[in-house]
């Protein structure tokens, strides 16, 4: 079971963690991801990271402004989201991946097998 949460309403130019608690034992297998879903848009990958965190990967729109993290100790994966923009508002899901390899990145929605809920992340201009 994954459980987002950190969301909330932020002015343009600020800072949001988002956090992503899971439930379990196997975590640290599992390659894990932020995807978010605009209003009348498809869900779409923020950002992935591997089992220890060595590799990463960005969404070109969020490069250089949010960083994913992961802590394997206590099952939880971050979002740090700074210089934030009105076009960042969306619902804010984290994702995990168990049929992967140490290493590994996933970058395709359907490769990810489960889910949390989702918290919403809204930027006012």
């Known amino acids: 079971q994954l459980q987002a949460s950190g969301g909330g309403l932020v002015q343009a130019g600020g800072s949001l963690k988002l956090s992503c608690t899971v439930s379990?034992?196997?975590?640290?297998?599992?390659?894990m991801g932020w995807f978010r879903q605009a209003p009348g848009k498809e869900r779409a990958l923020v950002g992935a990271?591997?089992?220890?965190?060595?590799?990463?990967y960005y969404a070109d729109s969020v490069k250089g402004r949010f960083t994913i993290s992961r802590d394997n100790a206590e099952n939880t994966l971050f979002l740090q989201m700074t210089s934030l923009k009105p076009e960042d508002t969306a619902v804010y899901y984290c994702?995990?991946?168990?049929?992967?390899?140490?290493?590994?990145?996933?970058?395709?929605?359907?490769?990810?097998?489960?889910w949390g809920q989702g918290t919403l992340v809204t930027v006012s201009s």
């Open positions: 994702a995990a991946d168990d049929n992967t390899v140490s290493g590994a990145v996933s970058i395709h929605l359907r490769q990810y097998d489960y």
């Open positions: 379990g034992r196997a975590f640290s297998r599992y390659a």
């Open positions: 990271i591997s089992w220890a965190g060595r590799n990463k």
